[in-house]
C-alpha cells in the first residue's frame, strides 16, 4: 500500500486545515487508517484511528472535540479535519495502514506497532 498526504500548512491559532491521505496499491478497505503526528525530538504519537468501515474511532484525548477523522472507501482516501488548531499541534503528520485483527478494539490502533504501511509526512505548523 503506498500512502499519500496532502493538506498540511502554515495557519494561526484558531484556524483549520483538513489533511488527506490519498492510498494505492492493496484494497483500501482492508485496513484499519490512523493520523499520527510527531513534533522535533519526540516520538510519534497517535492522533487518530478509524476502523475499515468507519463505524469506529479512536482518538487522542488531545484532539478530541477539535479533530475529526473520516475515510471514503471508493475514493480510498482517509481525512483529517483539523479545527482550533493551536501551537502545540505543529508537528509532521503521517498517516498509516494496519492490517485489521478481528475482535481487537480500536484501541488497539493507538500503537505506531500495529501499522504495516506509511505515508511520507505532511507538515502543520500553527502560528500564535
Known amino acids: 500500500v503506498q500512502l499519500v498526504e496532502s493538506g498540511g500548512g502554515l495557519v494561526q491559532a484558531g484556524g483549520t486545515l483538513r489533511l488527506s491521505c490519498a492510498a494505492s496499491?492493496?484494497?483500501?478497505?482492508?485496513?484499519?487508517m490512523g493520523w499520527f503526528l510527531q513534533s522535533l525530538g519526540k516520538v510519534r504519537a497517535i492522533v487518530v484511528a478509524?476502523?475499515?468501515?468507519?463505524?469506529?474511532?479512536y482518538y487522542s484525548d488531545s484532539v478530541k472535540g477539535r479533530f475529526t477523522i473520516s475515510r471514503d472507501n471508493a475514493k480510498v482516501t482517509v481525512y483529517l479535519q483539523m479545527n482550533s488548531l493551536q501551537p502545540e499541534d505543529t508537528a509532521v503528520y503521517f498517516c498509516?495502514?494496519?492490517?485489521?485483527?478481528?475482535?481487537?478494539?480500536?484501541?488497539?490502533?493507538?500503537?505506531?506497532?500495529?501499522?504495516?504501511?506509511w505515508g511520507q509526512g505532511t507538515q502543520v505548523t500553527v502560528s500564535s
Open positions: 498509516a495502514a494496519g492490517t485489521n485483527l478481528s475482535f481487537k478494539p480500536i484501541s488497539y490502533y493507538s500503537n505506531t506497532a500495529r501499522y504495516d504501511y
Open positions: 478509524i476502523s475499515r468501515s468507519g463505524g469506529t474511532t
Open positions: 496499491g492493496d484494497t483500501f478497505s482492508n485496513y484499519v
